[in-house]
Nanobody, 121 residues
Framework: QAQLVETGGGSVQAGGSLRRSCVPSVSIRGINMMGWYRQAPGKQREFVAQIGGFSGSNYADSVKGRFTISKDNGKKTVYLQMNRLKPEDTGVYYC???????????????WGQGTQVTVSS
């Protein structure tokens, strides 16, 4: 069961742009890191971008200069602006938040339901 709600995504032609957003649907005591992963057909899930902690923001080499991750701490929302999209960006995109559980104080990962992004040539 997904604990994060994702919006955005869809289909676009190569060179186009899309914007994703993600917000928790459950209470999280403290958020350490927010990020995005994707999974192309027949491939393993891979890292796309993350933000938070001491390292600031980090990106996969394949999306550097084209994707921008940002967050709104007050809204506990993370965004992914995807520009100059390529067909190889096609896949299911998942949001991930690393945070502390309300009751147990355990640090864990929370995942979104995943949303398809299709880039046509």
């Amino acid at each position: 069961q997904a604990q994060l709600v994702e919006t955005g995504g869809g289909s676009v032609q190569a060179g186009g742009s899309l914007r994703r957003s993600c917000v928790p649907s459950v209470s999280i005591r403290g958020i350490n890191m927010m990020g995005w992963y994707r999974q192309a057909p027949g491939k393993q899930r891979e890292f796309v971008a993350q933000i938070g902690g001491f390292s600031g923001s980090n990106y996969a080499d394949s999306v550097k200069g084209r994707f921008t991750i940002s967050k709104d701490n007050g809204k506990k929302t993370v965004y992914l602006q995807m520009n100059r999209l390529k067909p190889e960006d096609t896949g299911v995109y998942y949001c991930k938040v690393r945070g502390t559980e309300i009751i147990t104080f355990n640090l864990r990962d929370y995942w979104g339901q995943g949303t398809q992004v299709t880039v046509s040539s």
